[in-house]
C-alpha cells in the first residue's frame, strides 16, 4: 500500500459482506472500493442511502472488518494496529452518543476519562470545546434538555477530547433543521480550518457535500462512482442541464417524443407515482428548451417546471450512473436516517 505523508486515508479494494440470516440474503454493502483521503481537509462520502457509507465508517473506524481489501488511517492499518487508529481517530456515529441525563460538561469529562485522559485536563479540556461549539452557557444542564442541534454539536465536541487527528461524522446533519445544519457546517469548516483536522463526512445530501466539501467520492452500490472536488466534478460535465418535471407520464413516451429532439445528450425519464422527471444535457440550453417544450406539447405530455441551469452534483450523479439520486428504487437502503424513496428531500437538502 502506498506510503504517503499527506493522506490521512488509503482503502484498497474494501469488500464487505454481511451474511444473511433467516430468510435474508447476504447483503454485499462494499463491492470493491477504493480511494484515498488527503489530510487536513473535509472529505466527503456521498450517496444515496444503502450506498455503504456507514459500512466504510465503520471499517475505518475499526468499528467493522472488512471481508477483504485493506485500509490505513493516519498511518495505521485498521486490521494490524486498530489502537493506533482508534488513539488517531475521533468518530460520531449516526445515532447520538451522548448521555441525556448527565449534564454537558459531564458528557464530555467522561468522554476524556474513557480516552485516558487525567481528570484536570479532562475537565479543562470540556470546558474548552463548549465554548469552541457554543455550549458554554449550556454546560450545566442536562442534555435531554438540548435541541438537536445542541446535541450534536456536542456529539462532536466528545469525539475531539483526545485531539484526534482525523474526525469521522457520519450523517452529522440528517434530521437537523436549516438553521441548526448551517450552525453545524460552520463548525466543521472551522475545525478543518484551524485545528488542520481532517474531516471525513458521510451524507445523502448533495447540497451539504458540495458547500463542504474540498473534495468528494460519489458511491453506490458499495463502489466508488468518481472522486474530485465538487467544482471539478461539475465543470467536466461542461454544457448545461435541463429537468421538466412530468405529470403523471409514460416514460416510453416522453423518451419518443423528445428522441428527435437535436443536441440533447444523457437524457433519462424517471417516473415514481405520479410524478416524473426528464432529465437531459445540452451545449445550447436556450435552443433545446424550447425544442423540447415543442416536442411535449406535440405529443400531448403534460408537464409543470421546467429549468435549465449549470450542472449540478445532481448531473455529475446521474452521468455517471445513469438515474437520478433520489431515485427510489436504489435508495431504499435501512441504514440512512431519511425516508426511503423520499426523492425530493435527499436532491434538495436543506433547502427543502
Ligand atoms: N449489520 C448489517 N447487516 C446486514 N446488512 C447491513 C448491515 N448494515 C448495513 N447493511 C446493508 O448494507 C448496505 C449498505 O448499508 P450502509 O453502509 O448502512 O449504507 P449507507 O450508510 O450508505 O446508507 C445496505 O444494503 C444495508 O441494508
Ligand atoms: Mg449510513
Avoid: C
Avoid at 155 to 160: E, G, I, P, S, T
Avoid at 177 to 192: F, G
Avoid at 286 to 314: C, E, F, K, W
Amino acid at each position: 500500500m502506498p506510503e504517503n505523508q499527506n493522506l490521512a486515508i488509503v482503502a484498497e479494494d474494501l469488500v464487505k459482506i454481511y451474511p444473511g440470516r433467516a430468510r435474508k440474503p447476504a447483503v454485499r454493502a462494499l463491492d470493491g472500493l477504493s480511494f484515498t483521503v488527503p489530510a487536513g481537509r473535509v472529505f466527503g462520502l456521498l450517496g444515496p442511502n444503502g450506498a455503504g457509507k456507514s459500512t466504510t465508517t465503520k471499517i475505518l473506524t475499526t468499528l467493522s472488518k472488512p471481508t477483504s481489501g485493506a485500509a490505513r488511517v493516519s498511518g495505521h492499518d485498521v486490521l494490524r494496529a486498530p489502537d493506533a487508529v482508534r488513539a488517531a481517530i475521533g468518530y460520531v456515529s449516526q445515532g447520538s452518543s451522548t448521555d441525556p441525563v448527565l449534564t454537558a460538561t459531564e458528557n464530555l469529562e467522561i468522554a476524556g476519562r474513557l480516552r485516558g485522559i487525567g481528570s484536570g485536563d479532562a475537565r479543562r479540556r470540556a470546558a474548552r470545546l463548549l465554548d469552541d461549539f457554543g455550549l458554554a452557557e449550556a454546560s450545566r444542564r442536562p442534555v435531554s434538555t438540548f435541541s438537536g442541534g445542541m446535541r450534536r454539536r456536542l456529539d462532536v465536541a466528545a469525539a475531539l477530547v483526545h485531539r484526534p487527528r482525523v474526525l469521522f461524522l457520519d450523517e452529522p446533519t440528517t434530521g437537523l433543521d436549516p438553521e441548526a445544519r448551517a450552525a453545524m457546517w460552520s463548525e466543521i469548516r472551522r475545525l478543518s480550518g484551524e485545528e488542520a483536522l481532517t474531516v471525513v463526512l458521510t451524507t445523502h445530501y448533495m447540497e451539504e457535500a458540495d458547500r463542504l466539501a474540498d473534495e468528494l467520492l460519489l458511491v453506490n452500490g458499495g463502489r466508488a462512482v468518481v472522486q474530485g472536488t465538487p467544482e471539478a466534478l461539475k465543470e467536466a460535465l461542461h454544457g448545461d442541464s435541463i429537468r421538466v418535471s412530468l405529470v403523471e407520464p409514460d416514460p416510453a413516451a416522453v423518451r419518443a417524443a423528445v428522441a428527435r429532439v437535436a443536441g440533447l445528450r444523457d437524457v433519462v425519464v424517471e417516473a415514481s407515482g405520479t410524478d416524473g422527471v426528464l432529465a437531459a444535457r445540452t451545449d445550447d440550453a436556450s435552443g433545446a428548451v424550447g425544442a423540447v417544450i415543442a416536442a411535449l406539447d406535440a405529443a400531448g405530455i403534460r408537464y409543470g417546471q421546467v429549468a435549465a441551469s449549470h450542472p449540478t452534483l445532481d448531473d455529475v450523479y446521474l452521468h455517471f450512473v445513469g438515474h437520478t439520486f433520489g431515485d427510489p428504487s436504489t435508495s431504499s437502503g435501512a441504514g440512512g436516517g431519511a425516508t426511503a424513496g423520499d426523492a425530493d428531500t435527499i436532491t434538495t437538502g436543506a433547502a427543502a
